[in-house]
Each structure stands twice: as structure tokens, then as C-alpha cells.
């Protein structure tokens, strides 16, 4: 039934001439959503209060409630054609007043923490593309069909979600941002271990994968007691995110994870002067993947003591400030951090290797981001003591990477087991360890150099080769396109 629903609506956004992509067709499903979600939350919260014979006040005024201007029903229950807007009509409520009102509430919430600020937020940068009020009318009708209240619709719902946010990515163009394998997340989150209690953290949230995967870790493994609950619910997950579609994307995804308000902050991160980040802004566990090849304008780099264009490079600084001492971090970032020779790779991998103990290096095959053709790595690190020993482990499910053969957890199955050996870990054909101290200091040079494999076998592959190139060009075009901005 929910799968059937959402490609109805799917359907109807591509006979729609204003949503033309596959994040179009994210980003509209999403608004509409939403205001179906925040409907029921409002009727639970209303029932709860007359239960106890208390009143409860409704976020949004009448006219604004789903029940009267999106589905109003007749004494049978069914849509009431008498009243209810369509064609035109619908088209011009939504846009001339429907957006304006909710929009309203950015200004007026309390605190950003609050369900009324993230409604104020969504819709200040979120625009109806929908231009057909008929194909309008429809949607509406399907998302209403949509059980929000029982936790296993849920359950469903936010798997069908991920599963559009994932075929957003595979979509190419820019949906690959979005996305990042589950597989690999929840590897990632086994090492890093998180616990009830601790503070965890994605300053380039996307899609919300990292924090998502995190909350099911937590809640599958804690006590089920209402403090615990309360704390999961409301202070453990934290996020920010630049991009309008993302964060909405993203906020969706979190409410039906189960997570009310969530803790995301609609912002540039790297905005933010890492000079200013105090003790109570810090966390005890980092997890993100940040943007690949992205460039940042001079004011912006400005904000960091390591000066570099290389978003990525920007925001591991940003990380390693953000950590508490004795705080965890996992971290995707291009394999080009580990061996670059300019001043500023070197000189971000010496405060690394110093002021934190970068225990393990995961070297990911090419293919395990679709459409992004870079080679990449997972750094695992401790911030406090200095890295005297790094365990590199290259991963090698023996296929190819692609659309068609993606990551899986079986693949990241022998990674996890051997990343929970206490002290030192066992070298493999697939690991190795090295010593800091072999290190050259004047390049820091970390590279993935596998000892323990012949030769031949280290030898990329023509697919590799290809994608990397498809990567680079892309990458200058974005350098030159960041060079004609600044002109």
C-alpha cells in the first residue's frame, strides 16, 4: 500500500510540468508530508489533552489545518467536493497563503529547538512546485490514504523515504550528496560505539543518514525508560546543514525515525569561526561525511588557522575543534587528505596526528558512492592523546562498485569484527599497522600503501581510472566556475 502510494504521487509529479527531477519529486512529496505528519501529531496531542480533561491549543489556525483546506470530508468520511479546493483555487491558497502563514512562524517561535520553528523554516525555503491543482488535489488525496500514528507505519514509511532519498542519489546530478550507504554508516557507528547519554554530531547533515542510524543504534541497545527516551528524543542528536532541499529532506527523514523536533540547524557550518567554539558547543561522538571537491570564498576560510579552499579540508578542522577531549569521530573524506603535499593537507594532517589519536584509516573501493567517482577513506579518531599507531584496513568485498552491485553489510562485516580487537590489530592481507614514529615529518605523508599485498593486486582497476577522471573533471569545473564567482 505505501509503496503503491508513493509512486501514485510520483506519477503525478512527473505529469506536473513544474517538478522536472528526482529531487523535485523529494522535496514536493516532502512539504506535503509533512503537513499530513504535523496533522496527526496535533490530533494525538489533542486527544491526550482531553483525556486528562485538559484543552489543547493548536499550532495552526483552522483555516490552515490539513481536515479543512487539504481534505475536508463530508458526514461519510469522504472527501467533500463541495467544499474542497481544487484547480486553480488550490494552487493559488497554497502559494498566496498557505506558504506566507507558515512561513510566518520562523519569526515567532520561541526557539529554534521548537516543531513551530522548524514549520517556519521548511516553508521559508521551501517553494510549491506543483503548478497543476488538479495533480494537487490527488497528491493530497494519497498522502491522506497514509497511516502516520501506529510506530510500524512509521517504520515503514521512513524505509520507503530512505529508499527515495537513496534513488536520489543513484539519480545522479546533485542527489549524490544526499546519500551515503547505509552499510557503511552503520559500520561506522558499530566502531564508534555511542551511548545513551552522549552528545553526537553531523555538521553536514544532508539527508540525515548518519543521525538517523545513530538514534536506531541507541534505541535498539538502551534501557526503554522514559528518561532515557526523553534524552534520545531531545538531546542527543545534533545537525546542521547549508542547503534548503537537504534540510528538509533531512528533517523529514528524522520525524519519521520518531524524532518530534529535531535538532537540526538550517546554516552554513563552515560559516562559523572555529575560534569561537566553546566547551558547551563541543560533542562526545562526530559522524559525517562532508561535501567532496566543494570550494569556499576567501571570507570563509578566514573563519579557520588552516587556510584552504577544500570544503572537506575546512570542515575536519571544524570537526576536530567541535570534539570534546576523549570524544570519538568517524569521518568520510577523499583519500587525498592522506597524501596531498600542499601547505595546508600537510599542516591538517600534522594537528591530526598530534592532537588526536587517529587509530584507524578505512580505504573504501571505488564505486562506493555512486556517481561521485572519488577514491575515499573513513578516519577514525580520539581527540586528546597523539597518534603513535594507525591500523589501516582495505576493503575489498571482490566486485565492483556501482549502482548495480552496492555496498552491503556483509561487506563491512570482517572490518567490524576486527576493529573491536582490544590493543594491538591483527595485519591481514586486507590490514596493516603503522608506526607514527616511521613517519616523515616534514610531509606527514599518510598514504594507503598496503605491504602485505603482491604488487599486481594494487593495481586500480580501468573502471577506477575512469570514474577518478569523471571525478577530477567535474572538480575543475567547479574550481573554475568558484574562479569566474570571484572575478
Not at 127 to 140: A, T, V
Not at 206 to 219: M, N, R
Not at 317 to 333: E, P
Request: proline share 4%; aromatic share 10%.
Amino acid at each position: 500500500m505505501f509503496e503503491q502510494t508513493f509512486k501514485n504521487i510520483d506519477d503525478l509529479l512527473y505529469k506536473d510540468s513544474g517538478a522536472d527531477s528526482e529531487l523535485d519529486y523529494i522535496g514536493q512529496t516532502s512539504w506535503v508530508m509533512f503537513l499530513r505528519y504535523l496533522d496527526e501529531l496535533e490530533q494525538d496531542k489533542s486527544d491526550q489533552a482531553e483525556l486528562k480533561g485538559e484543552e489543547y491549543t493548536f499550532i495552526l489556525e483552522e483555516q490552515y489545518r490539513w481536515p479543512n483546506w487539504a481534505m475536508p470530508k463530508d458526514a461519510e468520511g469522504k472527501l467533500d467536493h463541495h467544499s474542497a479546493m481544487t484547480g486553480p483555487d488550490l494552487v493559488q491558497f497554497v502559494d498566496g497563503k498557505l506558504f506566507p502563514y507558515l512561513a510566518k512562524f520562523k519569526q515567532e517561535a520561541e526557539s529554534a529547538n521548537t516543531i513551530e520553528y522548524k514549520i517556519g523554516e521548511i516553508f521559508s525555503e521551501l517553494k510549491n512546485k506543483i503548478q497543476s491543482g488538479y495533480n494537487l488535489r490527488e497528491i493530497l488525496e494519497y498522502a491522506d490514504s497514509l497511516p502516520f500514528r501506529a510506530s510500524n507505519d512509521k517504520h515503514e514509511l521512513s524505509h520507503l523515504y530512505e529508499t527515495k532519498i537513496k534513488n536520489m542519489g543513484n539519480a545522479g546530478r546533485n542527489g549524490g550528496q544526499y546519500y551515503t550507504p547505509r552499510p557503511l554508516i552503520r559500520a561506522m557507528i558499530t566502531v564508534v560505539n555511542p551511548q545513551i547519554g552522549e552528545k553526537i554530531y553531523d555538521g553536514a547533515a544532508g539527508s540525515c543518514g548518519f543521525l538517523v542510524e545513530a538514534y536506531d543504534y541507541l534505541y535498539q541497545r538502551m534501557e526503554k525508560t522514559t528518561d532515557n527516551l526523553k534524552t534520545l528524543q531531545e538531546e542527543t542528536l545534533y545537525g546542521k546543514e547549508k542547503k534548503n532541499l537537504a534540510y528538509v529532506i533531512g528533517i523529514m527523514n528524522m520525524i519519521l525515525h520518531g524524532i518530534e523536533a529535531p535538532n537540526i540547524i538550517h546554516t552554513n557550518t563552515l560559516g562559523e569561526n572555529i575560534r569561537d567554539i566553546q566547551e558547551k558547543n563541543r560533542y562526545h561522538v562526530i559522524l559525517a561525511n562532508p561535501p567532496f571537491g566543494g570550494k569556499e570564498r576567501p571570507e570563509v576560510q578566514q573563519n579557520f588557522d588552516i587556510k584552504t579552499g577544500e570544503t572537506a579540508f575546512l570542515f575536519m578542522q571544524h570537526f576536530i575543534k567541535s570534539l570534546k577531549t576523549g570524544g570519538r569521530a568517524a569521518i568520510v573524506i577523499k583519500n587525498t587528505v592522506l597524501s596531498n603535499t600542499d601547505n595546508a593537507s600537510v599542516a591538517l594532517r600534522k594537528l591530526l596526528l598530534e592532537g588526536s589519536n587517529l587509530h584507524t584509516i578505512l580505504d573504501l573501493p571505488g564505486g562506493t558512492f555512486t556517481g561521485a567517482g572519488v577514491k575515499t577513506v573513513v578516519l577514525f579518531f580520539q581527540k586528546g592523546e597523539p597518534t603513535k599507531n594507525i591500523w589501516y584496513y582495505q576493503l575489498n568485498p571482490g566486485r565492483n562498485m556501482g549502482k548495480t552491485n552496492p555496498l552491503n553489510d556483509k561487506d563491512m562485516e570482517a572490518f567490524v569484527t576486527l576493529s573491536a580487537v582490544e590493543g594491538q590489530k591483527p595485519e591481514t592481507e586486507q590490514s596493516w599497522n603503522l608506526k607514527v614514529a616511521d613517519i616523515d615529518e616534514t610531509t606527514f605523508d599518510l598514504s594507503v600503501k598496503n605491504p602485505n599485498t603482491p604488487e599486481e593486486a594494487a593495481l586500480r582497476s580501468p573502471e577506477e581510472i575512469l570514474d577518478e577522471m569523471v571525478y577530477l573533471d567535474k572538480e575543475t569545473k567547479s574550481i573554475l566556475n568558484a574562479i569566474k564567482e570571484l572575478i
